[in-house]
């Protein structure tokens, strides 16, 4: 299997980078409801090099967007996949999406954005997953980046001066998300940290695991690489060998 990585941490003839030339994400199809500028879709082709003998299961463990659980089940390449994230937020949206498809597709349709209503949302507290999966998406189609973070800005010229509904598509968003819902039984949502996960399921048959973490290139710069792992008894001392995922706040990966 290969996995496009560049660490002096792992050895680069048993993991050699990647030879795919970097790919245009408006080339890929954009199956995620959302959006943000850590995402992962120019991941995509390499993602169906992987896999392109399909696998049992394949885990993404650090999920924010999903598009690589997204496209692996939707393509095919895997028979089931597991999206785990830890933030609160973006866990909301995903549990949403998995558990009440319909209802998250109505409101998206019938939810206009306005400064005051988006404003509105925002200090109102959740009752329900529903309620918080659906603010979720609305603060990350409308503010700044897609960024949760609480003090992000909404977003105030955009795409040909739409403003805040320059990433509001709620046509758009609903196709993707009953597309999401047509293949809910071979996704699997967790709320939780997607490291632990992988420890407990290292040796988990038929399995692999999408690993993103953080090589310095110099004091100042962090590049994110991304490495797809067989699980088996190489897996825990490959991990243990690799700098840890750094937690980030609500929205830094969003």
Known sequence: MEVLISSPHIDQRAFPCSDIPAVNVATVPQR????????KTWLVPHIRRWLADSVDLLVEP???GGIVSLTAVMEGLCRQAIMVELDRDVAAFWRAVME????????????????????RLTRQSPRTTLDHGFRTLV???TRRGGVLAEGASLVKNGENGAGILSRWYPDTLARRIN??????????????????LMETMCDQPGAVFLYPYENPIHACTIRTN????????ETMPLLQALPPVRPSSSGARV
């Open 32 to 39: 995620s409801p959302l959006r943000y500028p850590g995402g």
């Open 62 to 64: 650090f999920a924010g």
């Open 100 to 119: 009440d498809t319909s209802a998250l597709v109505t409101r998206i349709l019938k939810f206009s954005p306005t400064w005051d209503s988006v404003e």
């Open 139 to 141: 603060l990350n189609r």
């Open 179 to 196: 597309e999401i819902g047509d293949f809910t039984e071979k996704l699997l949502f967790l709320e939780g940290d997607g490291a632990r």
């Open 226 to 233: 991304n490495m797809l792992m067989p699980a088996g008894r």
